[in-house]
């Protein structure tokens, strides 16, 4: 029993680090209103052109605004579809002169694990890891490796930058056969009228959301949508809760120091209310 419920656990975690990632266009599709955390990255690492390093970089949200800042971007992701449209956007953004022509030469794309980075020591003058992307590393011991890894890379003096959901009990609570977020929407990729529905179950043992993400054809017009028994496509998406005194706890036994721990990209306090953990990381020197 116990290694039937370890080989589901493993096969969810698979599954939910990887699933919400194969279409990048609906993905991007999904998260083209998400515009705030941008700005605040970009401000973040500043005007003055510099090395980056951008953890679960994925189709290129922020690693194109960078580009076109003039930094150079070194961009690490473990799902290739994601990286390769990233790499399709930029050259659709330079034939439209929206990106100057030497981008291509400023961006590193690679497929990787970002606890085990093949980079060098003190590589970078800033490392980013937005939305949630320490969010898919599943144990203690992975976020350590991954925050040793980056106190590795940065130079001394550098920057850590990432934001990560709070966690918010009321919402981990739900009954996980409800259906929330029912949306219209129509798929960018068929064409088709669709609805986009969501629920989740915690594990209160390993502290991961598991939450299903249900694609439907949308019923006829002036017709109640009514959630199938077996939906037409699922997705699923692992997110590990992290607790702000792990972070307070983690960083300093990697040698970096928190110095920004804020509850929005507007520098709002971490409060109840919150919804992201937005915060700056230093490595000493």
Known sequence: MVDQRAARRAALLRHGTTDHYLDPVLYDFEYRERVEDIAWYREQVGPQPISVLELGAGSGRITLPLLGDG???????RVGPMLEHLRQKLDRQIAADMLPTDARERVTTKLGDIRKLDLPDNSFRCVLAPFNTLMHLYTTADLQACFGEIARVLQPGGVCLFDVCLPDFDWLMWDPADRHSVT??????????MIYSTNHTYDYATQVCHIRIYYDPAPPAGETFVPPTNSEHVVHLAHRQIFPEE??????????ELVKHDGGFCGEPLTIESESQVCVARKAG
Not at 71 to 77: F, M
Not at 247 to 256: D, I, T, Y
Request: proline share 11%.
């Open 71 to 77: 930094h150079c971007v070194t961009a690490i992701d």
């Open 184 to 193: 219209p929407f129509i798929d960018p990729n068929s064409g088709r009228r």
């Open 247 to 256: 972070l307070r706890a983690l960083l300093p036994w990697v040698g970096l």
